[in-house]
C-alpha cells in the first residue's frame, strides 16, 4: 500500500509566482542567466546561486555555499516573497503545451516506501551524488525539485476531483517563455484530501520517471535523522 501525504508547501505569493519561477538552473547559457539576475531580483535562481555579483565566492557545493543558500531562502520568506501555506494540501499541477496537456498532485511520499521497494527505480545511483544531496537538503531545509512519479492503475474518481476542482480558479496561471502554460489549484477540504489518499493507497507500487537521486538523497537523509 502506497502512503502520500498532503504538506505545507513554501511557495511564491500569486502576484509574484511568475517571476520567481525559473527553468533549471543548468540550462540557461551563462549569458541568459546573468541577465535574468541582473534583470529580476525575484527570481528563485537568486536562491541558488546566492553569491551573483560577489567577488569572493564560497567554494561550489560547500556547506559554506549550501549555508548561503539557505540565509538567501529565509530572505525570501521574511521579504514575502515566499510564504509558507497555513494548512495541509494536495498541490494539482497542469503543464499544458500546444500539443497536450499533463496532470498530477504535487504530495509527499514515503522513503520508507522507497527503502522497501514500493516506489521503484530503473536506474542505478552514484553514492557520492547522494551524499552531496543529502548534505544539501540537510543544510538548506528544503527540496526545491519535486521527484516526478507514475503509477499504472486507472483509479476510478480522481479524475472526476480533479476536474472538479479545474472549474475554480487557479491559484497560479502563468505561461513561460518556452509557450506552456502552468496552473495549480489548492485541495484542501478534509474530504478531497481523503479521497486522494484512500485512491493512491490502492496503487500498488510507484514508478520513478526523473529524480532517482534526489529520490535516494531524501532516503538517506530520512535514515540520518
Request: aromatic share 10%; proline share 4%; glycine share 4%.
Amino acid at each position: 500500500m502506497i502512503k502520500i501525504s498532503p504538506f505545507r508547501a513554501v511557495r511564491p505569493t500569486r502576484d509574484k509566482v511568475h517571476l520567481v519561477a525559473s527553468r533549471s538552473y543548468v540550462s540557461y547559457t551563462p549569458a541568459a542567466l546573468s541577465r535574468k539576475l541582473t534583470e529580476n531580483p525575484f527570481s528563485f535562481i537568486h536562491i541558488i546561486n546566492p553569491e551573483f555579483g560577489k567577488e569572493r565566492k564560497s567554494r561550489k557545493n560547500s556547506p559554506e555555499r549550501f549555508q548561503k543558500v539557505r540565509e538567501k531562502y529565509l530572505s525570501f520568506l521574511q521579504d514575502g516573497i515566499l510564504k509558507k501555506d497555513e494548512k495541509d494540501s494536495f498541490y494539482l499541477y497542469e503543464q499544458k503545451t500546444p500539443e497536450a496537456a499533463f496532470t498530477g498532485i504535487i504530495c509527499g511520499v514515503s522513503t520508507q516506501d522507497y527503502r522497501e521497494g514500493r516506489i521503484k527505480k530503473h536506474e542505478q545511483t552514484l553514492t557520492s551524488r547522494e551524499a552531496l544531496f543529502c548534505s544539501y537538503l540537510d543544510i538548506c531545509g528544503f527540496n526545491a525539485e519535486p521527484v516526478l512519479l507514475t503509477y499504472r492503475e486507472n483509479l476510478a474518481g480522481l479524475e472526476a476531483l480533479f476536474a472538479s476542482v479545474k472549474i475554480e480558479r487557479p491559484e497560479y496561471e502563468f505561461t513561460t517563455t518556452d509557450k506552456v502554460l502552468h496552473r495549480v489549484w489548492l485541495i484542501e477540504s478534509d474530504e478531497d484530501l481523503k479521497l486522494i489518499k484512500d485512491r493512491l493507497s490502492k496503487v500498488s507500487c510507484l514508478y520513478i520517471a526523473d529524480g532517482h537521486h534526489r529520490m535516494a538523497s531524501s532516503a538517506l537523509l530520512s535514515e540520518k535523522r
